[in-house]
């Protein structure tokens, strides 16, 4: 990448830490809206190169790219030489049918570089990472790692080697889908049985969050300082937007929490809310 | 630091790797001439705005930067805003006289970052590294660690705290000073007595390795090659240079190697020294 030059564009709602990576890295970034069925492919500025989505879950909503708008993702890199960076970093968690096929699977253009990770499969702490890319771009991936910190922690690594050759790291995504599969369902029926009237889960199938939109326009960045005086940890839907939030609403997290701490929880965000709403 | 812009000053010879970080971060790089006394000081384009140097052992040649450069790089940068980048990648291990203040000891106008790691003292397979930086540059830095990779491991960062907190680290320290003084004697005395008709040692007294200068012009990188031939593992200083090599030679690094190994390295790199040379 020239400095200063390529186009990145990010789905806008996103993960607010990759714009400023892209933007110290001197890319003009671009915020591109994401509805109901994924990035707005018709919205990415011609002169795009690079494209970050996360299709199996996007961030911050939840929702899964269609495949209709997976085909129009990878035509339009195609035609303009675009890269696609395919973010899949919870995919690991599924609670529904079978996942539609990722993006790497369609491409046919040898664009699409698959990113995953070991920070939700495993724990974030171990700091790794991992990218199937394309053939022709794995020496210069291999050259700007050397460059960036020469290798990661070799005996983190060679720790999770032996983990994934014994089968470990299969068995703990079997064992923890089980586990995560009971919170969601209980953070879902409590969002039902106690917050119905103000929020609006959306609809997900993986990973190891739930986005709730606000019926109501509130300002869900208070929402959450309030709800953190009452030890309840949400995060604002509207603060991972770049440009006018389409949405406000808060995301919960179930990869940290046990089951049955979830119910008092929502009560006390219960609290909040109704606060909150009669404000208004 | 604007990429495309900033002039940073290297040490050549020096550490190859820094240059093509640099390089990647759109910074100009300035090759900059190391003399006995260390940095040319006088030789800095006078745009500079970052130096990067390693006066208590400087890599490759393991000479110490003089106390009246020190004086001239200081004012060199007080009086051209420039930062210095003072790299004590391996000072924990000396074998000589007191050392000489660091820059950053010496430093009146906040512009020294000094930069120190555990890959020397303790191993290279945490990566593990700190910057004691003026107060000023903190938060720019925080915010481009977290930008760069979030943070390190969380579980080396713990156990490392805890060796440190114990005291454990300053015992492993004070155990492989003694380990390495010895390794160092027996290098400094095989090289005299096997390898004085070809090379000189370049005086030191810190680190993990040590430079000796080829005395005649020969194809360091082709001795390096034939040297490994026969099991000996060494590195060119011809190779460390940006520019034309002003001194040909080799380095030897004893952190890695048992003391009872070191005789039998030099009488197989000796049989090497005498065909190049003999070729000549």
Known sequence: MTP???TVALEDP??????????AAGAKVSAVPVDAEGLAVDRLP????????????QFPLGSVMSARRRGDLLDFAQARGAVVIEDDYDGEFRFGDRPLDALQTLDRA?????????????????RLAYIVAP???????????????????TFIQ????????EGHLARHVRKMQRIYA???????????????????????AAGLHIAAVSRKVVDDVALVAEARKLGVRVHALGAHYVRRPVKRGLLFGYGAI?????????????????LVNTRL
Chains 1, 2 share one sequence.
């Open 110 to 126: 040898a664009c699409v570089f698959y990113v995953g990770t070991f920070s939700k499969s495993l724990l974030p702490g171990i």
């Open 4 to 6: 200063g030059r390529t």
């Open 135 to 153: 053939p022709w771009a794995r020496p210069a991936l291999v050259a700007a790692k050397a460059l960036a910190d020469g290798h990661c922690c």
């Open 258 to 274: 046990e089951e049955n701490a979830i119910a008092e929880g929502l009560r006390r965000l219960r609290r909040v809310l109704r």
């Open 46 to 57: 011609s002169q795009t190169r690079v494209i970050c989505v996360t299709p199996s879950h």
């Open 14 to 23: 996103g993960y607010p830490p990759l714009r400023g990576s892209f933007l």
């Open 158 to 165: 060679d720790t999770l080697a032996a983990l994934l050759a």
């Open 182 to 204: 009971g919170r969601r369902e209980r953070l879902l029926d409590c969002l039902k049985s106690d917050c119905a009237e103000w929020l609006d889960p959306i609809p997900s």
